[in-house]
């Protein structure tokens, strides 16, 4: 379980389901992740809660026995908040509301409140504000908003619950105006798009948390916002990067997760088109992680979602300085038995499965590095070429830091 680093975080507790169609190792895998969210938003988990149920509770997600562990536990405990790995129907959350007597959150509501945290600017405000109210709409008839508003704390950082008879009607004016701002900044940001030129656009993809803004600093010596909880970057940055002599511009932007709730998908149209409309997609993957497979897969199904999955891609394998030489059997993508392998026979045969250009790096110690720009520059240089077809000897390949060593 996660340290509890300061005073003020929430006592939380988990709950989630083993089904037909996620074991129990799934479970233990997404409640890790659901654990670092909760820790990301600010709450320390004091328990878990599973279940084995052929499909959720209807009602209350979880049968009624557990719900009641669940209630006499949290009363127990003084434990204000439950959170469900899943996204709970308006009725179930209502009902599980009735029934346990304190706060309930579900992933989706937990990320957006962290996305709510994070947003810096007022454009990812407002997409973050968006995507809240559409949320909440078909919400509206919690009965501990007022008062726990009022407290504040996760879950409250957004818009509040207040008549819920007037509620409808101003937030759907409200999301209508939030819809129309975001028009004129989504126009904005396109002409912005539009006025880079014709200079070759890469775009960083990945998972939360695998180290695309360390990278993103590293390539261009930037100071990009890096830290280790989740979508520590929302807001987009574009960077010119030169490597041997050939500029580019690079894109890093907001980390993607299983399950990324669709409103948020909706209203981050605008970041999102930063990775449309790119020339070619960097795919930073963290090995550290166990279930960076699952990753691997949740990014490409939401390249997919949003049009974006045909583009040339590289795929870089971040962290190789944290490699732990238990991995999962490699010759199959969908493993069962464990084995202890090396890094270097683990990337030879992920470098014959992979059907991009593969590079092992780390972007804090910098293994690798004249590797992954040779590789970066070659498939910059390949769109470039079809740009400018007449200008390529302008820039040929040289090693920047191998050229500093030798002079
Ligand atoms: N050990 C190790 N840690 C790394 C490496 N690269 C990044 N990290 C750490 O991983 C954490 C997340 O890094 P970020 O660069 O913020 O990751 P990100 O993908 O931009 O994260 P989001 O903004 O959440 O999407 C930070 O604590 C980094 O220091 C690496 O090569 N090795």
Do not use: C
């Amino acid at each position: 379980m996660l340290e509890k680093k300061e005073h003020s975080y929430e006592k939380a507790v988990l709950v989630g389901l083993i089904t037909k169609d996620q074991d129990e190792e799934k479970l233990q895998e997404y409640m890790d992740e659901l654990e670092f969210l909760a820790y990301t938003a600010g709450a320390t988990v004091e328990k878990r809660f599973t279940q084995k149920l052929s499909q959720p509770d209807s009602k209350t997600f979880v049968g009624s026995g557990k719900a009641l562990e669940i209630k006499d536990y949290v009363k127990e405990n003084e434990i204000g908040t439950i959170i469900f790995d899943d996204e709970l129907s308006p009725s179930q959350l209502k009902n599980l509301e009735r029934e346990l007597e304190v706060k309930i959150l579900d992933r989706t509501n937990l990320i957006l409140d962290i996305f709510a945290q994070r947003a810096q600017t007022s454009y990812a405000r407002t997409q973050v504000e968006l995507a809240q109210y559409e949320y909440l709409l078909p919400r509206l008839t919690r009965m501990w908003t007022h008062l726990e508003r009022q407290r504040g704390g996760i879950g409250m950082r957004g818009p509040g619950e207040t008549e819920i008879e007037t509620d409808r009607r101003i937030i759907r004016d409200r999301i209508s105006l939030l819809k129309d701002k975001l028009k004129i900044i989504d126009k904005q940001m396109a002409t912005q798009r539009n006025n880079r030129g014709k200079m070759v656009r890469v775009a960083l993809v990945g998972y939360t948390n695998v180290g695309k803004s360390t990278l993103m600093n590293a390539l261009s010596k930037s100071e990009v916002f890096a830290e280790n909880k989740l979508f520590a970057t929302l807001d987009t940055t574009v960077r010119k990067v030169v490597i041997g002599n050939l500029p580019f511009l690079l894109t890093d932007t907001v980390g993607f997760i299983r399950k990324l709730p669709t409103q948020l998908v909706e209203s981050f149209k605008s970041t999102l088109d930063e990775v449309r409309e790119a020339d070619l997609l960097i795919h930073v993957v963290d090995i550290s992680h166990e279930s960076f497979e699952d990753h691997i897969d949740s990014v490409n199904q939401i390249l997919q979602e949003i049009d974006a999955h045909k583009k040339p891609m590289i795929m870089v394998f971040n962290k190789i300085d944290d490699f732990s030489y238990e991995r999962k059997d490699d010759d199959d993508l969908t493993p069962s038995t464990k084995k202890n392998i090396s890094l270097e026979e683990w990337t030879k045969t992920w470098m014959a499965k992979s059907k991009f250009p593969t590079v092992f790096i780390s972007a804090l110690t910098k293994e690798n590095f004249p590797e992954m720009k040779r590789l970066i520059y070659d498939e910059v240089m390949k769109v470039h070429i079809s740009r400018f077809p007449y200008n390529d000897f302008l820039f040929e390949y040289f090693d920047e830091e191998e050229e500093e060593k030798n002079n």
